[in-house]
């Protein structure tokens, strides 16, 4: 079965520092794609990062970067000069035929001043 | 640009009644989703399409139907809802390769 873990129900940081977001996921596929996705009390899905399993190179978007390792089966999220606005649940995916989307069950981030 | 845009956003059904939720895309994907949202679950997948005319079901598609007559429409239909299928539901789209642009949710409670 493919699965997606997402060990850290709940993550707090200060405004401007550092934290990282644990993802890891179980396919026997080679070829996948690799999302986080945030979502605000809007309830609105919005895409932070994608990763093809393909690409060496972690993905990086501002101040939003990947930890992809492969062989691992590990694809964490660092948030970087962390803001207000940050605070969601952060649902980590991957897509599998036809992007179906393969979800974890979430993390809370909680960004206090 | 609207996206994908869901209707209602909001609704309370009594068990038994029937009701369709529909979802709608203006960015010609061919591949269109229907998700369930639970507290503490993540989304899963109901059913989902791969084109006009094409459905195929996904990890929880007990209870629900879907239609795909225009590729840019997808509907969600519940012929006999119950109070199990009380969640929010999200449709989104893609096209292979690309990422899924979500819909802004449906939350249905059955009562």
């Known amino acids: ?113 | 640009n609207a996206g994908v845009t869901q209707t209602p956003k909001f609704r309370v059904l009594k068990t038994g009644q029937s009701m369709t939720l529909l979802c709608a895309q203006d960015m010609n994907h061919e591949y269109m989703y229907w998700y369930r949202q639970d507290p503490g679950m993540g989304l899963r997948l109901i059913h989902y399409s791969v084109g006009e005319g094409t459905t195929a079901k996904g990890e929880v598609p007990d209870g629900y139907n879907v239609s795909r007559l225009k590729k840019q429409n997808f509907l969600l239909g519940l012929e006999s809802a119950a109070p199990s299928q009380t969640s929010v539901y999200f449709c989104a789209s893609s096209q292979a390769n690309t990422e899924a642009f979500f819909g802004q949710g449906t939350r249905l409670t059955v009562v």
């Not at chain 1, 993550?11 to 550092?18: F, G, I, K, P």
């Not at chain 1, 990086?60 to 605070?87: P, Y």
């Open chain 1, 1 to 113: 079965a493919q699965t997606v873990t997402q060990s850290q129900p709940e993550m707090s940081v200060q405004e401007a520092e550092t934290v990282t977001l644990s993802c890891t996921y179980d396919t026997s596929e080679s070829d996948y794609y690799l999302f986080w996705y945030k979502q605000p009390p809007s309830r609105q899905m919005i895409l932070v990062i994608r990763q093809e399993a393909y690409k060496q190179q972690n993905a990086t978007e501002n101040r939003f970067s990947v930890n992809f390792q492969k062989a691992a089966k590990s694809f964490s999220l660092k948030i970087s000069d962390s803001q207000l606005g940050d605070a969601a649940m952060y649902f980590c995916a991957f897509a599998t035929g036809f992007q179906k989307l393969v979800f974890g069950t979430g993390t809370r981030l909680l960004v206090s001043p």
